[in-house]
């Protein structure tokens, strides 16, 4: 039965999914790895958009298409990786020519073990399609060995032993992950500084325009809007320039500009707090100390 197009498919269940892509049914009700060459998805299934409550990591070997996914001339072209955490939107997979590799894993299938609460501390799964992993050779034969593994777990050796094995390679999983993203940072260093160079220069801009009435502070997710990122790629990307998130930049520039005003103004400290974009002066005063150690009132009596 087609569904509506203007809502996004839900997936429930593993064997849902694999019905709908025209795959064997799941050998584990909650983890899967689909070999997207092999099936076709069902003909009477028209969806734009798709949700899950599954975890997936997803192997495409032709990461093509500049715009769609972000791909440079700094990046590898041996195929990437794309992530989705549970109920985020994706977009639809194709009817034909297919291939790689989905890995889905509930939730359920990681309790009680410390990677449940690794895998929710890895920002790679809220980053957007344009921030794909682009893999090298070498990086693209460790990920499929992986899948690989998992894969032989599911097929022969569903036993006393097999959840755990398979919950140690997910750990091994998001450790290549996260490695392999901070070699990408650094080979897309210079792309990198020049949007930490256009994110100074918005914070600049506002906090140096004319001062308008009720002008609220910046926010991580108002700056990666303007930067056409999203905020988990933002941070992880500024920390691995900087050794700081997006959040502590705009502390530091929110607190370079009030240290300007409290040394050369004669505004209030409730006067500088609302211009600088704070509803409450006392929670400036709050954040000031916190990070001068002085309270706005201690620093300006240095300059009397």
């Known amino acids: 039965m ?37 099936g076709q998805m069902l003909s009477d299934e028209t969806f734009k958009s798709f949700t899950t409550v599954f975890y997936q990591i997803i192997y495409k070997p032709n ?13 590898f072209a041996e195929g990437g990786l794309i992530f989705s955490a549970p109920n985020q939107i994706f977009e639809a997979p194709p009817r034909s020519g297919k291939s790689g590799f989905v890995l889905s894993i509930h939730p359920d299938f990681l309790l009680s073990y410390p990677v449940a609460q690794k895998i929710k ?11 794909a992993l682009h893999l090298s050779d070498h990086e693209k034969e460790t990920i499929l060995s992986v899948f690989k593994i998992i894969d032989d777990e599911l097929k022969n050796r569903i036993d006393d032993f097999s959840h755990e094995v398979i919950i140690s390679q997910l750990e091994l999983l998001l450790n290549y992950c996260n490695r392999f993203y901070k070699r990408q940072f650094l080979t897309r260093k210079a792309v990198n500084n020049n949007m930490l160079a256009k994110m100074e220069q918005i914070l600049d801009d506002h906090f140096n325009t004319a001062e308008p ?42 607190i370079d500009k009030a240290k300007e005003k409290l040394s ?41």
């Open 2 to 38: 087609g569904k509506d197009l203007g809502l996004p498919r839900k997936f429930k269940t593993l064997s849902d999914l694999h019905r709908v892509l025209g795959q064997p049914k799941p050998l584990h009700p909650l983890i899967s790895l689909i070999d997207l060459s092999i």
């Open 63 to 75: 990461v093509t298409g500049m715009a769609r996914y972000g791909q440079s001339h700094y990046d």
């Open 121 to 131: 501390q890895c920002g790679f799964f809220s980053y957007a399609a344009n921030e």
């Open 213 to 254: 009435s009720g002008k609220a502070l910046p926010t991580v997710q108002s700056l990666a809007e303007q930067l056409n990122t999203s905020a988990s790629y933002l941070s992880d990307m500024l920390r691995s320039l900087t050794g700081q998130n997006t959040q502590q930049h705009i502390h530091n520039k929110l």
């Open 264 to 304: 050369t103004t004669e505004n209030s400290i409730s006067e500088i707090a609302y211009l600088l974009g704070f509803e409450h002066p006392q929670s400036f005063s709050k954040l000031f100390k916190a990070k001068m150690n002085v309270s706005p009132s201690e620093f300006r009596q240095t300059f009397n």
